[in-house]
């Protein structure tokens, strides 16, 4: 019987990548009013600031609980941005940490007390980021673990008990930061939670 219910679970995990941007509009996403931060070029999802400087969430319509994520991001310069998961709301920062003035990308931002864990930081993020060009990242959320990879490179693997409930999926321009950011490729493949005879 577990046999058989590990196989069933295995069948299930194994689903079809969705696309979360379509490459035409922004078809699936909580546009904000107005809109002067997000927009498509050439199949290319682009975040930049209005003239004031502010900042802006770009949020799926839908709620996401386990999942693994694909996407492409290019930048020039310091930028502040990252993708936000779960409830209560855990980031992955892309860019340059306003708090510790140093890029941080491939990092978990809490919010909390220790903003940035010492077991979520990217490991020599430096080596494996291509400045100015087109960089992979992968983001699995699977029950309380999280794990990065960029460029194909594992980064960091956190566990955070705190971050259990599903929820949009979020694209960040900063506040009080002239930037802008790119995406690609954006897409998503969820996962079942894995029963309690799976795990062992």
Excluded: C
């Amino acid at each position: 019987m577990a046999l058989a219910v590990v196989t069933l679970w295995w069948g299930v995990h194994a689903q079809e990548w969705q696309p979360l941007f379509n490459g035409r509009d922004l078809s699936g996403w909580k546009v904000p009013e107005p809109n002067p931060f997000w927009r498509v070029v050439d199949g290319v999802l682009v975040g930049q600031n209005d003239p004031a400087l502010q900042g802006s969430m770009l949020w799926t319509e839908k709620e996401y609980g386990d999942f693994d994520l694909e996407f492409e991001a290019r930048w020039d310069g310091e930028i502040d941005s990252g993708v936000m998961l779960r409830k209560p709301e855990l980031q992955l920062q892309i860019g340059v940490s306003r708090t510790l003035k140093k890029d941080m990308t491939g990092s978990f931002y809490t919010g909390g007390r220790e903003r940035y864990p010492e077991s979520g930081q990217a490991r020599e993020i430096e080596k494996v980021l291509k400045p100015g060009q087109w960089n992979k990242f992968r983001l699995r959320a699977e029950g309380t673990r999280f794990t990065v990879w960029v460029n194909d490179q594992k980064v960091v693997e956190y566990t955070d008990e705190r971050y259990k409930d599903p929820a949009p999926i979020g694209l960040q321009i900063h506040a009080g930061v002239d930037m802008r950011v790119e995406f690609r490729n954006l897409r998503i493949r969820e996962l079942p939670p894995k029963p309690a005879s799976a795990s062992g």
